[in-house]
């Protein structure tokens, strides 16, 4: 039986370690690391150094150019991309130019709905990765509040909660509060 050399591997592995390159930061080596989002190159001085270079490509693959339309902050034709979480409009010169294209559904400001939790933002409609809407408050990330159902700018009757929400059941459309303790149900609309 041939006994394979252990060398072979030691020698692939150090070739693979110095063929990323050194980190534009600081001149360290860049190795490669893993995360939640896949493989990364990232400096070998980490902590001191925190320079992070994916290896997926940078902004999403290009899935088609829209000629005609121009990126309002620096003129460059505007494409069609493919990231993460779906198609999205953004710059032709990414990473130069951060410009994105907001979906005129993704957020969509709702009658004047304000945030129950801080009372400073508005509840906005948004759209999970899976495609769900949900509402959230505009002050995102001091404010988190988050509910399912629509909101109506309505105070509940049993509790004082300054929204309700509609849903729909079996017996029709019907408002609810939001608070977990409070058992206020509206009868059909």
Do not use: W
């Not at 969509?108 to 809407?133: F, H, I, M, N």
Request: aromatic content about 8%; overall charge positive.
């Amino acid at each position: 039986m041939s006994k394979i050399d252990p060398d072979l591997f030691r020698a692939e592995a150090q070739a693979l370690a110095h063929s990323y390159g050194t980190c534009p930061q600081c001149g360290a080596e860049l190795v490669m690391r893993h995360g939640k989002h896949g493989p990364f190159l990232g400096c070998s001085a980490y902590p001191a150094c925190d320079y992070v270079r994916s290896l997926n490509g940078q902004g999403g693959t290009v899935a088609k150019i829209l000629e005609g339309t121009h990126c309002p902050d620096c003129g460059a034709v505007l494409v069609i991309r493919k990231g993460r979480y779906g198609l999205f409009i953004a710059c032709s010169q990414f990473p130069d130019c951060r410009h994105v294209e907001q979906e005129s559904e993704s957020v969509e400001q709702l009658d004047a709905v304000p945030c129950p939790a801080c009372r400073k933002g508005q509840l906005v409609s948004r759209q999970s990765r899976q495609g769900k809407t949900f509402y959230a408050c505009d002050a995102y990330p001091k404010c988190k509040f988050v509910v399912n159902d629509p909101p109506v700018a309505q105070p509940c009757p049993q509790c004082g909660c300054s929204i309700l929400l509609r849903r729909e059941g079996q017996s029709g459309t019907y408002l609810c509060c939001p608070q977990k303790n409070c058992t206020y149900r509206s009868d059909s609309l």
